[in-house]
């Protein structure tokens, strides 16, 4: 990647309205960590070319390691304006949108994402999370059925769509759920503490206590294990 830096900062000391060789330069400085020259970089090349999807979507990637998730959003709907028809930032725009708590406008983005591509199962599972964090349960089920329709081996949509179907107190498919996110990914602290807190809802104390023990052998430090551990004594 130096080396890679080196020749670009040579092209554009040759030839400095040349933006491809700025937009480059942005990627590797993206790439070695360079955030804030990365960004002078890419947006050098788009003050000689403003029309480069690929170099606003790239910003937009830089931007989101800042977690300044509003001119993520600012460097998508140029991408966006330019190309509308690639599913994957469509999907981006969304995810950035529920980062910032929008889940009316994520769940536009990701819809249409999938009238593009429609057999993306992280599309499906980001869509199930704006749903739920609308409050839309029954939808974001059938959001993460959708997804694991895709993709079974989605762990994250396993454990979401256990904690929809405990939200509707269906806690023994909500174990269940849980169990095949374990399967899938047993580094899950998470799966493991939600399944042990629908094992104390059902009263399997011993079972919960099972459960939340091993969360917080994954995650010590997260005192809502130790307290739901506490409880279930």
């Known amino acids: 990647l130096e080396k890679a830096l080196e020749s670009y900062n040579y092209a554009v000391t040759i030839n400095p309205?040349?933006?491809?060789?700025?937009?480059?330069?942005?990627?590797?400085?993206?790439?070695?960590?360079r955030d804030q020259e990365a960004l002078s970089s890419y947006d050098r090349s788009l003050e000689v070319n403003s029309g480069e999807y690929l170099t606003w979507a790239n910003r937009a990637i830089t931007l989101a390691k800042l977690e300044d998730f509003e001119a993520v959003l600012?460097?998508?709907?140029?991408?966006?304006?330019?190309?509308?028809?690639?599913?994957?930032?469509?999907n981006?725009?969304?995810?950035y949108l529920y980062e910032l708590e929008r889940p009316k406008e994520a769940i536009e983005s990701f819809d249409r994402a999938i009238s593009?591509?429609?057999?993306e199962d992280v599309t499906w599972f980001n869509r199930g999370n704006a749903l739920l964090q609308s409050g839309h349960l029954n939808e974001a089920l059938a959001?993460?059925?959708?997804?694991?329709?895709?993709?079974?081996?989605?762990?994250?949509?396993?454990?979401?769509?256990?904690?929809?179907?405990?939200e509707h107190k269906r806690m023994d498919e909500a174990i269940a759920s849980?169990?095949?996110?374990?399967?899938?990914?047993?580094?899950?602290?998470?799966?493991?503490?939600?399944?042990?807190?629908?094992?104390?809802?059902?009263?399997?104390?011993?079972?919960?206590?099972?459960?939340?023990?091993?969360?917080?052998?994954?995650?010590?430090?997260?005192?809502?294990y130790w307290t739901n551990r506490g409880n279930a004594l």
């Open 178 to 224: 849980y169990e095949h996110a374990i399967r899938l990914c047993p580094g899950s602290d998470s799966a493991w503490n939600n399944k042990g807190s629908d094992l104390y809802t059902l009263g399997d104390y011993q079972g919960a206590l099972n459960n939340f023990d091993y969360a917080i052998t994954l995650l010590p430090n997260d005192a809502s």
């Open 17 to 33: 309205e040349g933006y491809q060789s700025w937009a480059n330069r942005g990627k590797v400085l993206s790439e070695l960590g």
């Open 74 to 90: 600012e460097s998508l709907n140029k991408a966006l304006e330019l190309n509308p028809s690639i599913d994957e930032l469509w």
């Open 116 to 119: 593009i591509k429609s057999d």
């Open 143 to 166: 959001s993460y059925n959708q997804a694991l329709a895709i993709n079974p081996n989605n762990h994250k949509a396993w454990e979401n769509r256990g904690y929809v179907l405990s």
């Open 92 to 95: 981006d725009q969304g995810v």
